[in-house]
């Protein structure tokens, strides 16, 4: 099993930045990937970012290119999303999961809250 818990969610306005986390615990040798997605009131869960939990560089959504920064500290086992210029339309709880060699993301995270204010 894999434990994932983020933070760094809360309120900012138009134009901000955030930074989540996600601590991963458990057997992380089984992680893969690390994704992050996101789901807005109304409106299914998407894909925000990925990277691979060993090595290697992020993958976006086109929503977010340019905006948002997917890395990871394997030291501590935590994956981070910087989130800069901030849009409403981002508003969201965020998650970060964990997918095996398949692609399946197997474990999830409780979400954290963000909320971009116009």
């Known amino acids: 099993q894999v434990q994932l818990v983020e933070s760094g969610g809360g309120l900012v306005q138009a134009g901000g930045s955030l930074r989540l986390s996600c601590a991963a615990s458990?057997?992380?040798?089984?992680?893969?990937?690390m994704g992050w997605f996101r789901q807005a009131p109304g409106k299914e869960r998407e894909f925000v970012a990925r990277?691979?939990?060993?090595?290697?560089?992020?993958y976006y959504a086109d929503s977010v290119k340019g905006r948002f920064t997917i890395s990871r500290d394997n030291a501590k086992n935590t994956v981070y999303l910087q989130m800069n210029s901030l849009k409403p339309e981002d508003t969201a709880v965020y998650y970060c999961?964990?997918?095996?060699?398949?692609?399946?993301?197997?474990?999830w995270g409780q979400g954290t809250q963000v909320t971009v204010s116009s």
């Open positions: 999961a964990a997918s095996d060699t398949q692609g399946r993301y197997n474990y």
């Open positions: 458990g057997r992380t040798f089984n992680i893969y990937n």
């Open positions: 990277i691979r939990w060993s090595f290697g560089s992020g």
